[in-house]
Antibody, heavy 114, light 107 residues
């Protein structure tokens, strides 16, 4: 059974930084690209970024490009999303997703507020 | 980047009604489209992928069609448990953009 568990969310001031983690199990982790999707309170789903199976390639939406860094450690089946220069509009639940679009974690809440 | 536009943004229909939601891509995406159902406080659930392939365990009243730029999700006979927000998402190339969602309610 695929299991994705996010952690690291919390309250941070605008301009601050936060690092999210996703622990994956139940599938051949090194084989698949993985994704982050976020959802602001009461709003729709927003695709954030993807990382290739070997971690060599990443792709970000424009609004986070240059502020977020997505990485993975295949030896530990772990994903990391390092978020800097956070803005109030980054507030939301962040979901770890993969393989493909089928499996979602339960999400971790990030709140950017003073 | 390719934009995904869903319509309507919300709808209200009676139990047993046929409901149709559309999703339009700003450029052709072949059949690389997935439909989700999200109920309040829950994680999105995949209903259909490859535009028309029903996921295992999903009731057959749900169906999908389309290719290229225009796609449709149909609920043939709306049930109370179908109250949810429905999203489309493209997955041909990154970013895997979502539509803005369609809220389905019972009249």
């Amino acid at each position: 059974e695929v299991k994705l568990v996010e952690s690291g969310g919390g309250l941070v001031q605008p301009g601050g930084s936060l690092t999210l983690s996703c622990s994956a199990s139940g599938f051949p982790f090194t084989t698949y690209a993985m994704h982050w999707v976020r959802q602001a309170p009461g709003k729709g789903l927003e695709y954030v970024c993807v990382i290739s199976s070997n971690g060599a390639t990443t792709n970000y939406i424009d609004s986070v490009n240059g502020r977020f860094t997505f990485s993975r450690e295949n030896s530990k089946n772990t994903l990391t999303l390092h978020m800097t220069r956070l803005r109030p509009e980054d507030t939301g639940v962040y979901f770890c997703v993969g393989p493909w679009y089928t499996n979602w974690g339960q999400g971790t809440l990030v709140t950017v507020s003073s | 980047d390719i934009q995904m536009t869903q319509s309507p943004s919300s709808l209200s229909a009676s139990v047993g009604d046929r409901v149709t939601i559309t999703c339009r891509a700003s450029q052709a995406i072949s059949n690389y489209l997935v439909w989700y159902q999200q109920k309040p406080g829950k994680v999105p659930k995949v209903l259909i992928d490859a535009a028309s392939s029903l996921q295992s365990g999903v009731p057959p009243r749900f169906s999908g069609s389309g290719s290229g730029t225009d796609f449709t999700l149909t609920i043939s006979s709306l049930q109370p448990e179908d109250v949810a927000i429905y999203y489309c998402q493209k997955y041909d190339t990154p970013p895997w953009t979502f539509g803005q969602g369609t809220k389905v309610e019972i009249k």
